[in-house]
């Protein structure tokens, strides 16, 4: 488990450093597959992404058990990873 | 240890994640965008001012044509067939004009004559008179018989009616002389004649007004066509614009001026800048339709009201002419907050 979880972060913190390489922000809107995907989508699901990445750290290290209110700290973590994304995406970080 | 940890990990991230809402919620409000934005230029209908047959197009569909070109030929045969005719009516009427020059001539000539005539009859009268007045002292002596007299007196009034008749002859000979108006206007006539003429002759080439793109030509030549119909639409390429519709909510952050960010989708790595140059002041209203002078009333409430958007005209700079292409899929994203052009204005 833990190799795995090692390596998940490392693949997105290369998307992180890619994605933060265009200093004047990216579009904020994505073509896939033929329909442009309001970039702010994109940047929820890697913060969800990011969010379980983390709980699976902590579960590994034994600091989930001692949060206040682990689903809440969860869903903040969850948010805020998404809008740092979103942030670094657009050039306001 | 760990349970202090995972407590300062908690609390952090409660905190750091209002944190970042306050932050992402500024940035938005700072720098509103849409994706519900087109790439536009001015578009014109291309159409002849004369009708005709197309003989010739010298364009193809698509192509990139500077002002001035020629885009495609009216049949020119009937319009210049037509300027002979109005040339050749333009010079009857200037020879009639100098055939009248040369009538004033004559009758002023026959003027001159009838005032001279006047000189004679009054010569002949005053001669006829002193005759007269010779004559008739001598009737009383007897040196003249009374028939010489009256003939003297006869000849005295015939003088002055052959006065009379010159200067009536006079009169009307001054009267006779006619003036060039008509024959004048006639010349003015037949000289805008041929000048509408040679103006048809000239837009039987019809010729781009601007450096645009040819497009929906679909007409091959040897079509009839008449004054207005459109042949094919012309592409103003030196006025691309983006057209964004921002909700109203968002229009008081936007001011006139505002740098943009245009990504055009068709390659939406490298933006393309821009300024607003004009906010839309009006949109209809699916509410306020009216038919057959009667509004047309939903029954339908809603609770929740959806905000209008409204059209935000971006000029873009420099655009890449291999992305502008009208109705292009675009996102456009507000640099220029409106709280630094606001400040800018008060200060100013």
Same mark, same amino acid.
């Given at each position: 488990?833990?190799?795995?979880? +090692?390596?998940? =972060?490392?693949?997105? $913190?290369?998307?992180? /450093? %890619? ?8 579009? *904020? ?19 969800? +992404?990011?969010? =379980?990445?983390?709980? $699976?750290?902590?579960? /590994? %290290? ?8 682990? *689903? ?22 | ?170 009169q009307g000979a001054s009267t006779v002389i006619g003036t060039l108006d008509t024959r004048q206007a006639q010349v003015d ?73 245009v990504f055009v989708m068709a390659n939406a790595k490298f933006p393309v800048s821009g300024t607003v140059s004009a906010i ?11 038919i057959l002078g009667l509004p047309i009333v939903s029954n339908s409430l809603n609770w929740v009201k959806v905000a209008k ?40």
């Amino acid at each position: 488990m833990p190799p795995r979880a +090692i390596r998940s =972060v490392a693949v997105l $913190a290369s998307v992180l /450093a %890619l994605s933060g390489c265009s200093a004047a922000g990216g579009a *904020p809107a994505v073509p896939i597959f033929g329909s442009f995907f309001p970039a702010w989508i994109i940047c929820a699901v890697g913060g969800i +992404i990011l969010a =379980v990445i983390i709980r $699976a750290l902590l579960i /590994a %290290l034994r600091i989930d058990e001692h949060l206040p209110a682990p *689903p809440l700290v969860y869903l903040c973590l969850a948010i805020s990873c998404g809008i740092g994304f979103w942030m670094i995406w657009s050039g306001a970080a | 240890m760990r349970a202090v940890l995972g407590k300062i990990i908690g609390y952090a991230v409660f905190t750091g994640t209002a944190v970042m809402i306050y932050l992402a919620w500024s940035a938005g409000l700072a720098n509103p965008r849409s994706d519900v934005a087109e790439i536009e230029a001015p578009v014109i209908q291309i159409s002849p001012t004369v009708p005709g047959r197309v003989v010739s197009i010298n364009v193809s569909n698509n192509d990139t044509v500077k002002s001035g070109d020629v885009l495609f030929q009216i049949d020119p045969e009937p319009y210049k067939l037509r300027l002979e005719q109005a040339q050749a009516e333009l010079r009857a009427t200037q020879s009639e004009l100098a055939q009248g020059e040369r009538n004033i001539a004559t009758e002023q000539t026959n003027a001159d004559v009838a005032q001279k005539q006047i000189e004679r009859a009054k010569f002949n009268a005053d001669l006829a008179k002193q005759t007269l007045d010779r004559l008739e002292p001598l009737l009383d002596r007897g040196f003249v018989t009374a028939q010489q007299v009256d003939q003297a007196r006869t000849a005295y009034n015939d003088a002055l009616v052959s006065l009379d008749q010159a200067l009536q002859q006079s009169q009307g000979a001054s009267t006779v002389i006619g003036t060039l108006d008509t024959r004048q206007a006639q010349v003015d006539t037949a000289m805008a004649t041929v000048a509408l003429a040679q103006r048809d002759l000239d837009n039987t080439t019809i010729r781009a007004p601007f450096d645009g793109i040819v497009t929906g030509l679909t007409m091959p030549a040897g079509q009839y066509v008449v004054t207005g119909q459109t042949v094919f639409t012309m592409i103003d390429t030196s006025h691309w614009e983006a057209v964004a519709f921002f909700r109203e909510t968002e229009l008081p952050n936007i001011a006139i001026g505002d740098e943009v960010e245009v990504f055009v989708m068709a390659n939406a790595k490298f933006p393309v800048s821009g300024t607003v140059s004009a906010i839309g002041w009006g949109v209809r209203s699916a509410d306020a339709a009216t038919i057959l002078g009667l509004p047309i009333v939903s029954n339908s409430l809603n609770w929740v009201k959806v905000a209008k958007r409204f059209p935000v005209y971006v000029e873009l700079h420099e655009p890449p002419t291999g992305l502008m292409r009208v109705g292009a899929s675009a996102v456009v994203v507000i640099k220029g907050t409106s709280a630094e052009a606001g400040n800018g204005g008060d200060t100013h």
